[in-house]
């Protein structure tokens, strides 16, 4: 086995010097495609404009999928690094640029066990997560429906290099999106009789969404709802034709999830009713729920105390990730998503985020043997 680790370090301060925002990555894909080529990698061709897919291994045995995705944020990094961000108002404070890195590494590690290997893995790295958009466009290119499982990776500052953060079950949740146009009559503010204000119908409809998970989810589910934006008029003497709301809801459950949207329907329909004004809701369905397969992560687990990482369990959040997309299209199917612990001290999308190196190189060798225990895993 060849040891890629100086070489794996030199490409993660490149990215991170040079970070990419989602659809944009593309000196990062240049970067990837050109050393998978040199190594004789086989490129899937996905027709997007950013990201990479590969394939290793052969046609018989288990097929399975990795991801790594590689957009920055669009942030001004603040630690002193020697390889600081050096574009303004751009910054690697997910730890994308190491997960590019550690995957690539992976990748290279199992081209060289390739005539060894039982079955295939296909490895996207992917554009745009932090967009939410980058895994939906992937999974819809349908180069990656053949896949049994799905590994994903995900940097994670709470715990230090050398630790790695499983859970099974729900670890993520889903993401959707609302807003509300609420539409009154103008009016002089002196006048209130003369039209329709849509102000005080906001503030009933938010009081009102709030009971929405308070009063008819189980308490003992994770679900959230948060109104994050508010807007209605311009000055004090006007009452407006309109005022907008907007949030998002969270589950960590497929029926939960639905049930939710259609109490949220009801709820915007009947308060509009009962005062006279119109709404129209415009609601985003995002990425699902992250589910960790008990199977998978107990195949994951042992092969980290076998490589003598410490495993701890990893916290569930109602944060979301994209890689669920890749568990429902085109068709459910099990999947895991690992913490690897890359200390640094500051969270994740903080202007001080910062990678632990020596985490590096252990991740790609981990992933490596996680991929290929993952072929030959009996069902
Ligand atoms: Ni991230």
């Known amino acids: 086995m060849a040891n890629y680790e100086e070489e794996l370090l030199a490409l993660f301060r490149t990215l991170h010097a040079h970070p990419e925002l989602g659809f944009e990555e593309f000196e990062t894909t240049k970067a990837v495609r050109q050393r998978l080529e040199q190594a004789g990698i086989e490129l899937v061709e996905t027709g997007l404009p950013t990201g990479v897919v590969c394939a290793i291994g052969h046609g018989e045995g288990r097929c399975i999928g990795l991801r790594a995705d590689m957009d920055a944020l669009p942030m001004s990094e603040e630690a002193d690094l020697p390889y600081k961000s050096c574009v303004p108002g751009k910054m690697h404070a997910c730890g994308h640029d190491f997960h590019t890195a550690a995957m690539l590494g992976a990748a290279l590690l199992l081209k060289e066990r390739e005539a060894e290997l ?23 290119t349908g180069v990656l429906d053949e896949p049994e499982w799905f590994f994903g ?23 959707d999106r609302f807003r509300v146009t609420l539409r009154g009559v103008g009016s002089h503010a002196a006048s209130p009789h003369k039209g329709l204000d849509p102000i ?20 003992f589910s994770p679900v959230l709802l948060s109104v994050t934006h508010a807007q209605a008029g311009t000055t004090w003497n006007i009452i407006p034709q309109e ?4 949030g998002t809801v969270r589950t960590m459950d497929e029926q939960e999830r639905a049930e939710v949207k259609e109490r949220f ?26 589910i960790n397969d008990p199977g998978l992560c107990a195949l994951a687990e ?17 944060g979301g990730e994209d890689f669920s997309e890749y568990l429902y299209r ?13 200390g640094g001290g500051y969270a994740a999308h903080h202007p ?3 990678v632990d190196p020596a985490a590096l190189w252990p991740a790609s060798q981990y992933i490596a043997r996680l991929a290929e225990a993952a072929m030959k895993k009996q069902r």
């Open 200 to 219: 005080p119908v906001m503030a009933a409809l938010i009081q009102s969404l709030q009971t929405i998970v308070s009063r008819s989810v189980n308490p």
């Open 153 to 175: 990776i995900h940097s994670y500052p709470e715990f230090e290099a050398g630790t790695l953060g499983l859970r099974p079950g729900a670890v993520m949740a889903s993401v």
């Open 302 to 318: 042992s092969v980290a105390r076998e490589m003598g990482f410490e495993v701890r369990q990893q916290e569930q959040t109602l």
């Open 243 to 246: 005022a907008l709301i907007e």
């Open 352 to 354: 001080l985020f910062t």
């Open 118 to 140: 039982p079955g295939r893995a296909l490895i996207v790295f992917q554009p745009a997560e932090e967009l939410c958009e980058g895994a939906r466009r992937v999974a819809e």
């Open 265 to 290: 329907y009801r709820q915007v329909e009947g308060v509009c009713a009962a005062w006279g004004a119109h709404a129209e809701i415009d609601w985003m369905d995002g990425s699902p729920a992250v």
């Open 330 to 342: 085109p068709v459910k199917r099990p999947g895991l998503f690992v913490r690897i612990g890359t």
